[in-house]
């Protein structure tokens, strides 16, 4: 019987920075190689050393493309990573444009730190030569002590639960879990028997508002808006909550011809990551599968306008309310939608909505908490506008 250890060089005791080393006997298995986000010290822990020499890792499974399980990929690539990064087919397309995104993000955060960039362009480019697509229940043999199958995570597109058979052992890596019935994608698989299961818990004090109920939440908020004549600047995190914003919004606008509150979908890299889903439609539910019989564009409504280039973005600023806007970075970390929140959030007719979980330290998570002013390019931004955001109830 092989020797096995299994050692955690991130997300163990905190949120971010996904890194687990499986050692069996000699060969060493990373099971993602996330980035740490939030405040500027958990930020950058991403300069510092790994814990282990990347040169030694024999190979790397990716659960999927969100950057605090892909984002130091390239770093450990940089640092001598010789093997393959196994994945699903979707997430060997995702991984490349979340990474470039973060390429762009990164630059910004350190221009006035002691920091150089974590990797070079060179370095993600040789990151994604090293992905090998691997499918769902798709058998794969790594060596003669190590396979693998990929399972559905029920949590974004190419999401994946791994379970490996490690000389008889059967050890499973959750990553990140799906809530039950998700407006894209399919619904976790369940597994009868495991020796070890290694799972992260972000939310695993509170309860996930049932995905009808956050629906409603978001259709709530754009009919308010009309209402009052005002502005809803919505934060989305570009793979698959933009996208399940899309679907929501395509469902109601096509159902309420008469509504015609324009939507500014403001961000570049979530309309690449769309035109990628429409790619991998085979990958989305039945009930899915039966809408694009009868929707060739489940993410295309009208009045929706996309604002690839900058210059359109700002036209945006030019159009009267009621409107619509969608932007990113999901956690107001970057991206176009801090413009937007030095814009709208002074003005108390306005409403801000956050989709998804605000990692301490970010501006989002800042928002939801009540803060009242935040810094905009060195000017005091005062916070008056409504905010709104999911819900996640905690257990008494």
Not at 191 to 208: N, P
Request: proline share 4%.
């Amino acid at each position: 019987m092989p020797k096995i250890t299994l050692t955690s060089y991130g997300a163990a005791g905190e949120v971010t920075g996904s890194c687990h080393l499986l050692q069996v006997d000699g060969f060493r298995l990373l099971i993602d190689c996330g980035l740490y986000q939030g405040n500027d010290d958990n930020y950058f822990k991403n300069w510092t050393e790994f814990g282990f020499l990347a040169k030694n890792i024999d190979a790397v499974i990716l659960t999927h493309t969100h950057l605090d399980h892909c984002g130091r990929l390239p770093k450990l690539v940089k640092e001598g990573f010789g093997g393959k990064i196994y994945t699903t087919p979707p997430t060997t397309k995702l991984v490349d444009i979340v990474l470039s995104d973060n390429l762009k993000i990164m630059a910004e955060k350190i221009t006035h730190s002691k920091y150089q960039p974590l990797y070079t362009l060179t370095d993600l480019q040789n990151t994604v030569k090293k992905l090998l697509p691997v499918e769902y229940d798709q058998n794969f043999k790594i060596n003669e002590n190590i396979s693998f199958t990929l399972h559905q995570a029920g949590h974004i597109l190419g999401a994946a639960i791994i379970k490996l058979n490690v000389a008889g052992k059967t050890i499973i890596f959750t990553g990140d879990i799906g809530a039950e019935n998700m407006p894209l994608v399919k619904n976790i698989e369940y597994f009868d028997q495991a020796d070890y299961v290694v799972m992260e818990s972000t939310y695993g004090d509170r309860r996930h508002q049932h995905v009808k109920d956050r629906n409603a939440v978001l259709i709530q908020a754009i009919q308010r808006i009309t209402r009052e004549n005002s502005t809803l600047v919505m934060s989305e995190f570009a793979v698959e909550r933009a996208q399940d914003i899309l679907k929501v919004l395509n469902d109601y606008y096509e159902k309420h011809l008469d509504f015609r509150v324009p939507v500014y979908f403001d961000s570049p890299m979530a309309d690449v990551v769309t035109k990628i889903y429409k790619k991998y439609t085979s990958y989305f539910n039945d009930q899915v599968q039966d809408d694009l019989k009868y929707d060739r564009d489940i993410f295309s409504f009208p009045h929706l306008q996309i604002t690839s280039e900058s210059r359109f973005s700002k036209n945006i600023n030019t159009a009267m309310p009621p409107k619509i806007i969608l932007a990113g970075s999901g956690m107001a970390d970057g991206g176009r939608i801090i413009h937007h929140l030095a814009r709208y959030a002074p003005n108390q007719k306005n409403y801000v909505l956050f989709m998804g979980f605000q990692v301490p330290g970010t501006l989002g998570h800042k928002f939801i908490n009540g803060a009242f002013h935040f810094v905009y390019y060195g000017k005091k931004i005062q916070i008056h506008c409504n905010r709104w955001r999911e819900e996640h109830r905690r257990d008494p």
